[in-house]
């Protein structure tokens, strides 16, 4: 009789053992997908901040294009109100990717736009914070798989379920600044 009650206490320690260490994990993975977030927000606001300049260079060159720099301002503007839901943000960055690409495709019209110093830095910077978003959305959709994984699977799904660990959405954004890349410059050939 002692034997037993010993095998069924050892079987409640190694239920209890499990299931904190599967809780645990579960706090570990939501808490690094919500840190992966905070980083993908700051490469946005890297990004938010680099199209005023970007709007108000082509700008001085292509005056007329008022409506496509109204848009992509409106765009920047929605794109970083009030924090949402990554699939929610995908949509709007999405639409601000777009925008801004076809600002960089109005600077194809303009030669002189093309080869300005500035222009060409401030599009550098924009490529370089798209590449660090893609890199940041990676990191996030990795652990978000990990985490719906462990969601989904059994037996953690028990736990999952008890204690309201629900999936989490992907972040995807179709990279469209940086598909469009830099703008081709052509120079004279020398003499």
């Known amino acids: 009789m002692e034997g037993a009650i010993l095998v069924a206490a050892a079987i409640v320690v190694f239920v209890v053992v499990v299931l904190l260490l599967v809780y645990n994990r579960f ?7 919500d840190e992966s977030w905070h980083d993908i927000g700051t490469e946005l606001q890297r990004r938010y901040d680099l199209i005023p300049n970007l709007v108000n260079t082509v700008k ?13 301002t409106s765009l920047r503007v929605d794109a970083m109100a009030a924090p949402r839901s990554p699939d929610a943000q995908a949509q709007r960055e999405t639409a601000l990717g777009r925008g801004v ?8 019209s303009y030669p002189d736009l093309k080869a300005s110093e500035q222009f060409l830095s401030l599009q550098r910077e924009l490529i370089d914070t798209e590449d660090r978003i893609q890199v940041s959305r990676r990191i996030y959709n990795a652990n978000v798989r990990r985490y719906d994984t462990m969601v989904q699977s059994f037996p953690a799904l028990i736990i999952a379920r008890s204690f309201d660990f629900e999936l989490r959405p992907y972040f995807e954004v179709e990279p469209a600044v940086h598909d469009a890349g830099p703008p081709s410059v052509d120079l004279p050939e020398p003499a």
């Open 27 to 33: 706090v570990r993975l939501r808490n690094l997908i």
């Open 60 to 72: 001085g060159y292509a005056e007329h294009e008022r409506e496509l720099f109204k848009t992509v």
């Open 101 to 108: 690409a076809r600002l960089m495709a109005v600077a194809e």
